[in-house]
């Protein structure tokens, strides 16, 4: 396992369904002000270069890349934004520390979904203009066909996954981070309104804003800077076949190879040993089984039946988002893995408060780009 | 090579090929709406224009006076330290002479959007509005200028509350 490059810093601010106090611009400067102070650096002298990961059109501005910089303390410096997963920028500011050609360099992503006025249309312009968007379905469909054609094949059920929305909620509520703690049953899941079928309302994590901020340091700077940096062990990720009319609907073949990658790297080889626990995506409550399915941290078609045995709990055998997830924190649109990787970091420092876990060593985090897409990153971290 | 072509084969498109569906071709109009919390900085901004204002903010640490406001200082990264109302008139920093509209139609009227460091703020700062009671060929860089409001009651917090900026001697 190589130990090359750490995070030193990590800041954190929203993750509230509304923050109307502030502009998005408040919210970065919030989240890097708390990084840099965990970090110990100085933005305008120390960290030579940054990331900020954002899409345009859940900006409402074009070419956003040129409205990062003043907020995060990197006007004049070398900033660059990533079009995709939180985990994606992530990952390209670990080549830039790994490549030696930077020292220390931050990274961004955040959400400001309440400001999305119409947000499923957002999602819609993501489908192909010519074979998909005339149909005018609500494009939540397409989890929906995918649900379906993973419950049937794996024989998973709709009250394995409504058993994954009921835990991720509850550990939000020890979660004083996350917007949407709360004790629900199976039956609430079941019941609770059809959005495409078989997937319902409650099925499906909640939006909410949010900034999150990284620094990360080669090993020396880290070392001289931090008193417990947190090593990254291993990073992968992948892109599917796009099509909705041939993409493979039971299993997320990208996760798989994206976390072949970052297995590689950390040199694991039995991931539901050598992993101690996992934040993955869940962006509907399927999608937490069959990631984890994908991401090796159970058979195929097995997921469903661990959550049913209350293995991923935070006191089970192989705790699965002890941070409520999106689920249980609200989607943060890209930042989500972002999310996911923080609460690895917390959990690996000791810091997670009433939700920790115990011995722990290394974790993993896994991040999806959300739908339509077949596009997921790989994180895994060790103290 | 095309000069010497005196007739091109073939036949041009006409906009009935396509209203006719002779082409085919698919459309799609995007429906992205947003709605931006001002927040703290721009939240004050606009409730002081609304006042007929121009409120900046200031920073002890690189003695900077800046509008718009914002609550930290890109330059030093520290929050800004308070707040300053700054003067309704300037100088033009930069303008230039706008002929075209959006679909790069001729305007009979040019629009002139310029730069307009704002008296109070610091060397350099100003903000972006357009200039008007005044002909092209008379603006000049260096130029003073002023607010010129809407009235109280038309006021509803936006950076058109003020209609433009004109000269004064």
Redesign the interface.
Known sequence: MPKEVAIIGVGYAGFRAL?????????M?EAAVKA?EDAGV???RDIESFVTVAED?TE?TSIFDEYV???L?A?LKPVHTISGEGLHGFIAAYLQVLTGAMDIVAVEAHS?A?????PD??MA?AMD??YN??LRANPHFIAGLEMNRYLCETGTTREQCALVVAKNKHNALYNPLAAYGASIAVEDVLESEMVSYPLSRLDMSPRADGAIVMVLAARERAEELSDIPIWIRGVGWCNDSFSLENRDWTNAIYAARAAEMAYRMAGIRTPWQELDFAEIDDTFSYKELQHMEALRLCRPGEAGLLVEDGATEIGGEFPVNPSGGSLGMGHLLDASGLARLLEVVLQLRGEAGQHQLSDVETGLAFGWRGLPTTSGAAVILSN | MTAKIKEFPGVGLRESDFTERKVLF?E?K??????????????RYLAELKEGRIIGVRCHHCRRTVVPP???C????RPMDEWVYLEDHGVVNTFSICYVQWDMERLEEPLIPAVIEIAGASKGVGILHLLGEVDPREVKIGMKVKAVWKPAAERIGAITDIRYFKPIN
């Open positions: 923050t109307p106090e502030v502009s998005y611009k408040e919210l400067y840099y100085d933005p305008r059109f409402g910089p003043d907020q303390g006007v400001k309440s400001n999305i006025l119409t249309e957002i312009f203009p010519v968007r005339p | 698919t799609w995007p429906d992205a709406r947003y709605a931006w919390d001002a927040g703290v900085a721009i939240g914002r609550i930290f890109e330059w030093c990264f």
